[in-house]
Each structure stands twice: as C-alpha cells, then as structure tokens.
C-alpha cells in the first residue's frame, strides 16, 4: 500500500527558510515523477514544483521560482523541498504526491507551513 509522509513544516518568520520531506513507500519511487503540491486556506490545491525520475528536470510555479528547491534521493525513497526567502503567501499545507497527481493513499497528511509577517 503505498504511503506518502511529509514532515519538516513550521512556524517561520518571513524571510527564513524550511526544508519538507517526503519519505515515500509501497510504490516504486524511482520510475514515478514527484511533485509538492500545497493548498491554502480557502484556497484550490495548486502545483508548486516537479521533478522528474532522475531527477534533472524540475519545474516550478512562478511564484516560487528562485525562492524554492526541489531534490529527491531514489535511494531513500524521499523527496525535498528547500524553501527559502519565505513570505506569507507561502502559508499553506504542502503535500507530496506523483505527477499528474493520484488519488487515495497518495495524498498523504501533509505539513503545515506557516509564515509569519
């Protein structure tokens, strides 16, 4: 079954910085394209960043370019996201899930990431 399990979210200053992870399980990690997705309140859940398998190919939605960071480590299963520059626009629940993204037990619990002005 797989299980997708975000961690590393906080209560940050605007300007500093976090570091999600994403440890996933039951599913072959390293043929699947990853992405962070996030989702505010009152807000639709929108695409932050992707990456492919080998993770050489990344993408990122506007309003994160040159702020965030996205890795992946096939090894173990896990995928990042390094947040730096943090504004509180950025205030949301992040969640990690393949791309295009699948239902169930892919989307995970999530982490709050809040931002403080």
């Known amino acids: 079954q797989v299980q997708l399990v975000e961690s590393g979210g906080g209560l940050v200053q605007a300007g500093g910085s976090l570091r999600l992870s994403c440890a996933a399980s039951?599913?072959?990690?390293?043929?699947?394209?990853m992405a962070w997705y996030r989702q505010a309140p009152g807000k639709q859940r929108e695409l932050v960043a992707t990456?492919?398998?080998?993770?050489?190919?990344?993408n990122y939605v506007d309003s994160v370019k040159g702020r965030f960071t996205i890795s992946r480590d096939n090894a173990k299963k896990t995928v990042y996201l390094q947040m730096n520059s943090l504004k509180p626009e950025d205030t949301a629940v992040y969640y990690c899930?393949?791309?295009?993204?699948?239902?169930?037990?892919?989307w995970g619990q999530g982490t709050q990431v809040t931002v403080s002005s």
């Open positions: 990456i492919s398998t080998g993770g050489t190919i990344k």
């Open positions: 899930n393949s791309v295009p993204s699948r239902p169930g037990n892919y």
């Open positions: 039951g599913m072959i990690f390293s043929v699947v394209a």
